[in-house]
């Protein structure tokens, strides 16, 4: 800094030294504190913007690898999690490219279609869970869409587009990440054709839902309102490609089972009936399911052609609900007892209120995410008066104090009808 600054002025602002704060020589120039914190600010402006443009890269893990790591959140469902695994791998190889080496020619002929992948099984199995953990665990944007609220554009709802319009947000705004995220579409068994026959009427929720659906799944450019559709009609229009991006879908798909029995049945009919397909476990026919199945319940043929990818969750016993409320990384016990070690109050569970809880979860047919209504209802009171106790520092629940939260905090209400 030079001390005769009243005869020099900064090289970029022009400003002489009586008017800055400190005025930093150089060999030919100098520049003042005001610019040095607003070339400071430009900088880190400009390492920003590179930082968002650029393409994330991530380590992408075999299919065994990626199963090890679904195993520690989702309990049981091998089959669903082996061919989750294989269609991500495929996926996402076929996006960042496989090394090549020497044995390998290259053909650039060939191109890789993405397999989008649809999910059956019933309610809290786990569907959206392992979507959720493969995004989280590849660092790329994920987005849950509702199926139910969609219709055919122009009519009352959400346009088909909307989907694209939240991933494009969970990535903020930053377009290159959204074209490599996933989607999953829940409840896609709700947009089945309402009937066999063509009527006067459209299906606006239905078939008009499917059809608007077939051009994203595949791949197309697709113009994107990035705040939504219709409560912004002045916005501009986002251009994503949907090649990239890999689309789950889940259903509960409820009925189905009739069809498949009805298929099996049909099947075995005549002289050339193998005795592999004489034993037919009728307590989990979703283990059958098939693409005809799905087009007998109302997906239009070209949606299922365009979700090749066919798994079935099991429906959960006691065992499963027993090792989902302990073992997972994330599971509702250390979740509860994380909670009250932030209020430094230790929780201890006696061993038959895991049963209990279990039992109750299978009478009322809600699947995992029963085990969470009935556990906020037997730690309802504890939660609300332990914290105001200064003098509290264990919390012992036992089978009687389960089953008297229960009488108390009306457990009638969780019936299904």
């Known amino acids: 800094m030079s001390k ?21 020589s150089g060999i030919n ?3 003042c504190d005001r610019c040095v914190d607003q070339a400071q600010i430009i900088v880190a402006e400009e390492q920003k913007l590179k930082q968002k443009n650029k393409i994330p890269s991530f380590k992408l893990l075999k299919p065994a690898e990626i199963k090890t790591h679904l195993d520690k959140y989702v309990i049981g469902q091998d089959d669903a999690k082996k061919v989750l695994s294989v269609a991500v791998y495929n996926h996402y190889k076929r996006i960042t490219g496989a090394p090549k080496n020497d044995n390998t020619k290259a053909d650039d002929e060939v191109e890789i279609e993405k397999s989008n992948i649809v999910l059956v099984g019933e309610t809290g199995t786990g569907k959206t869970l392992m979507a959720r953990t493969i995004a989280k665990m590849l660092h790329v944007p994920f987005c849950i869409a509702d199926a139910t609220v969609l219709t055919e554009a122009g009519y009352v709802g959400e346009d088909v587009e909307s989907i694209l319009s939240r991933l494009l947000q969970v990535a903020d705004y930053d377009v290159s990440a ?6 999953f579409i829940d409840e896609v068994d709700k947009i089945a054709r309402k009937s066999d026959n063509p009527s006067i009427t459209r299906d606006v929720s239905g078939e008009g839902v499917q059809q608007a659906l077939l051009k994203i799944l595949e791949g197309a450019t697709v113009s994107v309102p990035p705040q939504g559709g219709r409560k912004h009609p002045e916005q501009k229009m986002v251009q994503i490609n949907t090649q990239n991006i890999l689309f789950i879908c889940g259903g509960a798909f409820d009925g189905i089972e009739k069809r498949i029995a009805s298929r099996l049945q049909a099947n075995a009919i005549g002289y050339n009936v193998g005795k592999e397909q004489q034993a037919i476990d009728k307590e989990n026919m979703l283990q059958y ?26 429906p959960l016993d006691k065992d499963a609900l027993r090792r989902i409320l302990t073992e ?4 509702l016990v250390k979740q ?15 061993d038959e209120v895991y049963d209990f809880i279990v039992d ?18 037997i730690m309802m009171d504890a939660m609300f008066n332990a914290p105001s106790d200064e003098n509290k520092n264990e919390i012992y629940i036992s089978l009687e104090y389960a089953q008297s939260q229960l009488k108390v905090n009306n457990l009638g209400r969780l019936k299904v009808a």
Do not use: T
Request: net charge positive; glycine share 8%.
């Open 4 to 24: 005769d600054k009243d005869n020099r002025k900064c090289s970029f602002c022009g400003r002489d030294g009586k008017s800055v704060d400190m005025l930093i």
């Open 29 to 31: 120039a100098h520049i």
């Open 178 to 183: 959204a074209e490599k995220g996933i989607i």
């Open 289 to 314: 399911v098939a693409p005809q199945d799905l087009k007998s319940y109302g997906l239009i043929p070209e949606l299922v052609g365009r979700l090749p990818v066919l798994s079935y969750l099991n």
């Open 328 to 331: 997972p990384r994330n599971a």
């Open 336 to 350: 509860y007892i994380k909670l009250f070690e932030m209020d430094n109050i230790n929780l201890r569970i006696d």
């Open 360 to 377: 109750k979860a299978i009478e009322f047919k809600l699947g995992a995410r029963g085990l969470r209504s009935i556990c906020e209802l």
